[in-house]
């Protein structure tokens, strides 16, 4: 498919004998924001970490500009899809040790107005520089988590539960932030979300994954009007 | 000494016996096998060690210290908690250093190539290595299993296995090296090493006891160094795949 960020074909996950994922094909459109919903322990999460090559489908495969991810060097493919892990994880340091980790990596290094302005975008007094990041409340984390997978300029970016700890206020500041990242720079998003208004109103496509599977995909207003059973059982909050 | 006297020195067994006893301490058995495995082990050692120095003939010189390698191997397998994999790695470890130490001190004439010089301190340096092996593979799988999540923070950010390790590996090297270089700042004047003191006990000049118990140590600090390096290096790769993968269940596994 020609303007695909994503395509997923017939994508099997098995861990241990459980099978995660069960046969999911679909399309992530390019330049759209795709929010994934569904129940805890649905594969969401790591459905991510197969796009970011964190690991590998047992069998299927997953498209990036027409090309199957195993052929891309496991470095560019992160790079180009970037994540931010549920977790928020922290390294052991200051927030400019953090924030910098992708260009240290890459053994540059950060100016410390690069790193004061990342902090701005995402809402950040950049007197947090100097800051153990271990200090930092959950929704500080999250925030400086989304800064830091910003550095290498993905082209796609995976977001999961990234507005989890934070109060209403500062969730739209993020919301605002991603949609804004969305529009200046056609950056394609998949943005996991328990918050299933936030996924029809920030989303222009939702996936709906229950069990492993892929039950429901369309424009976001389908959590509206679910076609599946399970997923009308779902929106209705039956379903945790 | 002789047989008799040897016998006189039960008395130090009896001692804790009794007192295990007395106090219903319950060590009996355990000290009792340990008496009697050292007195068979050490006599038995002692006797192909004689046999060894008599017949001065390299090949048995090569299969004792292979042998060392082989039962120090062994113990740290069977000691240190493991990474997948890790039997030849201690294995090689233990090799490359004995080859490197020995090297130098037969290379730079620093001792004669004699089967007492090449045996005794082979075993030192084989010994010492393998409690360093031990000591580096315990810290190294326990750090990068309370570090998971930082590791593959590292990886989804565009980090190489090496840089998403770096952390945890300096930590263990470090950790398991700092032992030796400490007890070296206080030896001699709380403790008298033992090879010394066994040297002294022999009729040795307590000074020339002291400088080869200097060459010792100063071996020892290179030991121990080089053996948490190689292990280290040799056995992060096992931790991950070729597509830059973290592999948990490579760590910790018990190898049967
Ligand atoms: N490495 C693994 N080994 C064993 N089981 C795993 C592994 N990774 C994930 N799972 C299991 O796979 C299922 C899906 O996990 P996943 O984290 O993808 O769910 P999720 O949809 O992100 O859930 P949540 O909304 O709670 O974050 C869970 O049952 C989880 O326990
Ligand atoms: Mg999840």
């Not at chain 2, 340990?34 to 068979?40: D, F, H, L, P, W």
């Not at chain 2, 998971?148 to 923070?153: P, Y």
């Not at chain 2, 292990?231 to 931790?239: D, E, I, K, V, W």
């Amino acid at each position: 498919m020609k303007d695909a960020a994503l395509e997923l074909k017939h994508v099997h996950f098995s861990v241990n004998g459980l099978h995660i994922l069960k046969d999911i094909t679909g399309v992530i459109p390019k330049g759209k924001i795709t929010t994934l919903v569904g129940p805890s322990g649905a594969g969401k999460s790591t459905l991510f970490k197969l796009c970011n090559g964190l690991q590998t489908a047992s069998s299927g495969d997953i498209y990036i500009k027409n090309k199957r991810i195993g052929s891309y060097e496991p470095t560019e493919l992160r790079r180009l899809v970037g994540i931010a892990l549920q977790e928020a994880t922290m390294l052991s340091g200051s927030v400019m040790k953090n924030i910098a980790v992708p260009l240290t990596l890459q053994g540059k290094q950060m100016e410390k107005e690069e790193a004061a302005h990342l902090l701005e975008i995402v809402g950040l007094d950049q007197g947090f520089l100097n800051r153990d990041a271990s200090d930092l409340s959950g929704g500080q984390r999250q925030r400086l988590s989304i800064a830091r997978t910003l550095v290498n300029r993905p082209q796609t970016l995976l977001l999961d539960e990234i507005t989890s700890s934070l109060d209403k206020v500062s969730q739209q500041d993020i919301e605002k932030l991603i949609v804004k990242i969305n529009q200046e720079f056609g950056t394609t998003i998949i943005w996991i979300t328990h918050n299933l208004e936030q996924a029809m109103s920030i989303g222009d496509y939702t996936w709906v994954m229950m069990d492993g599977e892929l039950v429901e995909t369309g424009p976001s207003d389908l959590l509206n009007n679910p076609s599946d059973a399970r997923v009308k059982r779902f929106v209705k909050g039956e379903i945790e | 000494m002789s047989y008799v006297t040897l016998s006189l020195t039960l008395i130090f067994v009896l001692i804790p016996l009794v007192l295990s006893k007395t106090f219903k301490l319950g060590l009996e058995k355990d000290t009792l096998i340990a008496a009697v495995r050292s007195i068979i082990q050490l006599l038995a050692v002692g006797y192909v060690l004689q046999f060894v120095f008599d017949s001065k003939q390299m090949i048995y010189i090569v299969l004792m210290v292979l042998l060392m390698i082989v039962a120090a191997t062994h113990n740290a397998r069977k000691k240190g908690t493991s990474i997948k994999g890790i039997t030849w790695k201690l294995f090689v470890t233990f090799v490359c250093i004995e080859v490197l130490t020995q090297a130098i001190l037969l290379g730079l004439r620093i001792t004669p190539p004699e089967a007492q010089y090449i045996i005794s301190i082979s075993g030192m340096v084989i010994g010492n290595s393998m409690v360093l092996g031990i000591l580096f593979l315990n810290r190294f799988t326990a750090e990068v299993e309370t570090n998971q999540k930082q590791t593959e923070l590292i990886l989804s950010l565009g980090g190489t296995p090496k840089q998403a390790i770096h952390t945890q590996l300096i930590t263990a090297i470090k950790a398991s090296t700092i032992p030796t270089i400490e007890s070296q700042k206080t030896i001699g004047l709380v403790q008298l090493p033992g090879m010394m003191s066994g040297q002294i006990i022999a009729g040795a000049d307590p000074v020339q006891a002291v400088l080869f118990q200097l060459l010792i140590l100063f071996l020892l600090l290179t030991t121990a160094v080089t053996t948490s390096i190689m292990l280290g290096y040799l056995s992060y790769p096992t931790l991950f795949n070729e597509r830059m993968q973290f592999l948990k269940e490579n760590l910790a596994v018990e190898e049967s």
